[in-house]
Each structure stands twice: as C-alpha cells, then as structure tokens.
C-alpha cells in the first residue's frame, strides 16, 4: 500500500490517512463502503489516494460520480497535483447537454433526454458542423496528446470546442477509454437512456471500475427525479397546435380528448392520485385503441416532424413526440408499486406526474456490478435509509471521521423570531429576515454565503429588500442560470474577498451549495494542506 505516492500534499490532516487506508482495504476486499465526513477534511484527496494506490497497480480504473460541475473540476484539480508526482491519465465529462456547442440543436431541446435525441439526428443526418469537424483528420491530435499527460476537465474540452468548432463531448468521448479515472455527473450511471452507451464509451464494463460517489446522499433524490417525469396541458395544447399545422386529424383528435379528460376529472384539490386505469379504460372506450398503441403514433409522428425539421434547417421541436414519450412512460408504470401518478393544478397549470417512490431501480446495478464503490458525504445518516434506499449489501463498512475544526473556528447563531414555515411566508416576514442577513453579512469582513430553503425563499429575501439593506454587491444564483454563466459569476464573486466583500444569495441543496471551496484572504477556508 503506497497511499503517500498518491497523495497530493505534504502531510494528511487528521483522519485522512485512515479515510485512505479504508479505501484500499474495501477495494482490495471488493466490497462497499461509506464515509461520512465533514466538509474542508480533505475526503476527496484522501480517497484519491487510497483508491490510486490500489488501482495502478491493479489494472483496473477509477469512475468518479458527482453531483455538481465544480465537485468535478475539483476531482481533476486534486489529480493534476497528484500527476506532478506520478503520471496519471483523467477526464471529467459533464451532462451532453452542458458539453454542447451546437446552439440549434440547444435551442430546439426540452430536457436532457430531447437533447440526446436531437443530437442522435443531428449527427446521424451529418448535420451537426461541429460533430463533422471532430473527426476530419488531424483536428484534435495535440488535444488528445496532451491529455495522456495532462488530466483534462469537462471545461478545458468545452472552451477548445467553441474556439476551434469541435464537439466539447466527442472530445472527451475519444479520451475515455484510454483514462484511468474518469469523473462525471451522476446521470451517466443513472438515466437508463445514457447508461449503454456511457459504458460502451469506457471501453470496459463495470466490473473492472471502482465507483467512488461524491455527496452521496444526494443520490436517491438525483435517481428519483430521473425516474419521474411531468405534462402540462400546455405541452398538450402545443402539440393539438402541431398536429393541427401537420393536417395530422387523428393525433389532434387523440390529444383534444386527453385535454378534456384532464380538465373534467379531478376535485378542486391542489394534489391528488391520477387514475390511470380509467384514463386508459376512456381512452379505449373512446378510440377503440389501447393508450399504448396512441402513444406510440405520437411518438412515431414526432420522430417523423424533427427529422423534417432538421434537414430544413429549422428547430427540430415536436411535442407531439414529447406527448408520445410521457404516454408511454405512464403506460408502461401504471400498477407498478414504485410510481404513483399524480394530477395537480388548475386550467393551464394542469399537470400529471409519475413519481418515481423507489430510486433503487436506477441505481442499483452500480452496487451489483462494480469492482467496488465508495460512498461519501457530510451527511450519510441514517445509514441503513441510505443503505436500504440504493440497495448496497449488508456487507457494507462504514468509516466516520470527526470534524478538524474546534469549536472555537465555528460560529453558530440562531434568531428565533424568524421562519420559512409556508403560511408565515409573508413580506414583513421576508423583509426581517433580509434585515437580519444584510446585518450580519455587513459586519463580517470578506464575503458571505446565503443560502436559502429554496429558490422561492430565494426570490422572497429579494422582494423583501435585502438589495437596499446591504451595502456590499450581491450574486444571485438565478435558477434559469446557465452553468457556464453560474461558473463565471461564483469566480468573479471569488475575487471580492479581498475587495471589502460581497454576498452570495444561493439555493440550499442548488449547485453552489456543495462541492465549492469559497478562498477569502480574511477567513482563509480550511485546505487539505493544512
Ligand atoms: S455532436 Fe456535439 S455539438 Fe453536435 S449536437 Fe451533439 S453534443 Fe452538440
């Protein structure tokens, strides 16, 4: 065990050097573990090192998962240290949404799944420039060479993309098999449409990976929201609007009924359970076709529409398609004991919802199939909930290392007269708490992080003037906001604390809540060189 070759710094902070060895001795048993330790402890270093030391010498490779970009780029920054002392091979990748240049393909998707969608046509029908450019000889030659020396982030490859017009996640895609660690958002092990293909990419299956997951607690709520799905009558409406342009008479006639069937069911309840057996029963009772064979024609039409459209040059959007899709999710769950459906909201706001109540589903085959897995967090407990949540063995070690820091290094302040509770969320409420805010971030010197229970909380604190109570500059972490954008605000809000500070208003459980190192020259942040 050489956990010191593969440690990035000089000496290990307390507990460390035991998180490190833990690692080793679960891989090397092909077991599972959990670490819970707090944050600014250095847990990713010292992972690295445990996990490094066993898999170069073992043949076998690391696959790092991670909530947010920055727990990413965080990975690759601890590797480029460790790579001054020992050459290793590593690439982050981000969503395929987030890595595209394509601004046409962008513009035309609803989510990630559509985006994968369009991008399968877009390159299928070479009509993606930039995908062609990729692969004309010699274009990304040094790029790849350098990175058999150099770990490269996801940001590194999307910068060369828009300044050289090549795929930022063709570029990575080619580095993938020949990189001993590879780190990417949780979706590339979790969504069932990326899974195949992501692992095909890696040139190995699971088995030969050790998986090391990073705020791990996030990930049943991660695994759940990918399961789930949502339709509005407003999609509806849009796709009775295509079907009507397309002179397509039956889909209008099938979608206008479920928009119908939407609006005449239901009491006047917020939320409440959708029947899906009678909708289909109605559906049948009305067409004489199951929801199935409807959904599939949607989808069919859909596919036919976004094809038309792209090789016209136009946005390939069809919401006839997106209609077809989430039929036939709701088809394929309905009696199944880990969805419910759910109908909410009035006229336009009306909604169905599948609701995912089991992550296990998507996560599972991780703890079923890998080599070994690591999961890490600040907060892991309950252990069995998270245990019995993702479906680890019983098998499963647990290590948990202390906080480094006295409690003379942590201030602590509680104000009682102040609440989120939803019926008192008014703005003499808000604008107390912005008072509040404002004057304890005026009186601390460098910057400050707010982060509020949610982005209506978020937007309640603003309304309640915590703008005209502080007098520092604020940065809004905007839920609409880019990644890229968000990227370029937290550093630029970085440089202020040493500029009489500032204040960032962000989202508890949001991408800037974990996984981010907030350096100020007053209150220099704990690191693991400590
Ligand atoms: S090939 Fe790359 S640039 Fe083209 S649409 Fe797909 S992700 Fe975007």
Request: with cysteine; proline share 4%; glycine share 6%.
């Amino acid at each position: 065990m050489e956990i010191e070759k593969y440690f990035p710094y000089s000496s290990f902070r307390k507990g460390q050097k035991e998180i490190a060895i833990a690692v080793y001795q679960t891989i090397e048993e092909k077991g599972h573990l959990i670490i819970e330790g707090p944050s600014g402890l250095g847990k990713t270093a010292a992972v690295l090192a445990g996990a490094l030391s066993h898999v170069i010498e073992n043949n076998v490779r690391l696959l790092f998962l991670a909530r947010t970009h920055r727990e990413l780029e965080r990975i690759i920054d601890e590797l480029r240290l460790i790579s001054t002392k020992v050459p290793v091979s590593g690439v982050s990748l981000r969503g395929k949404l987030e890595m595209c240049v394509n601004l046409q393909v962008i513009e035309s998707s609803f989510d990630h799944r559509s985006h994968i969608e369009l991008c399968n046509l877009a390159v299928k029908s070479s009509k993606c420039e930039y995908y062609n450019h990729t692969y004309e000889k010699g274009v990304v030659d040094d790029f790849v060479r350098r990175a058999a020396e150099f770990p490269v982030k996801a940001s590194d490859a999307y910068e060369m993309g828009r300044f050289q017009n090549v795929c930022p996640y063709e570029l990575i895609r080619i580095l993938l098999p020949s990189s001993k660690i590879v780190a990417v958002s949780y979706m590339y092990l979790v969504n069932p449409i990326v899974i195949k293909n992501f692992i095909k990419n890696l040139g190995q299956d699971l088995s030969n990976f050790v998986v090391i997951i990073d705020e791990a607690h996030n990930l049943p709520d991660f695994a759940s929201s990918v399961l789930s799905d949502v339709l509005s009558i407003r999609s509806l409406r849009e796709a009775v609007n295509e079907a009507e342009r397309y002179n397509q008479r039956e889909l209008k006639e099938y979608i206008r009924f479920i928009i119908n069937f939407l609006e005449s069911i239901g009491n006047k309840n917020d939320e409440e359970l959708f029947n899906t057996r009678l909708f289909m029963d109605e559906v049948y009772a009305e067409f004489g076709l199951s929801l199935n064979a409807i959904a599939d024609q949607c989808r069919m039409y859909g596919e036919e529409i976004k094809y038309q459209l792209l090789i016209s040059g136009k946005h390939p959007r069809s919401y006839i398609h997106r209609v077809g899709e989430f039929l036939l999710r709701l088809y394929d769950t309905v009696d199944q004991k880990s969805y419910i459906h759910i109908l909410s909201g009035k006229a336009e706001k009306r909604t169905v919802e599948i609701v995912a109540l089991d992550p296990r589903e998507a996560v599972e085959h991780i703890f079923k199939e890998a080599l070994a897995t690591i999961s890490m967090s600040g907060t892991m407990k309950p252990l069995e909930a998270y245990t019995s949540i993702v479906g680890i063995p019983e098998s499963v070690k647990f290590v948990e290392v202390p906080s480094p820091f006295s409690e003379e290094q942590v201030l602590t302040i509680i104000i009682k007269d102040v609440t989120t509770k939803y019926e008192l969320r008014e703005t003499e409420m808000y604008e107390r708490m912005a008072r509040l805010i404002a004057q304890i971030a005026i009186n601390t010197p460098g910057n400050t992080g707010v982060f509020a229970a949610s982005y209506e909380v978020q937007r309640g604190l603003l309304d309640g003037g915590l703008r005209n109570f502080l007098s520092k500059p604020l940065f809004i972490e905007l839920q609409e906001m880019s990644s890229k954008d968000n990227d370029r605000m937290i550093q630029e809000f970085k440089t202020m604390g040493d500029k009489g500070g500032a204040m960032l208003l962000s989202v508890q459980g949001g991408r800037n809540s974990e996984g981010e190192d907030y350096p100020c020259l007053l209150y220099t942040s704990p690191s693991p060189r400590d």
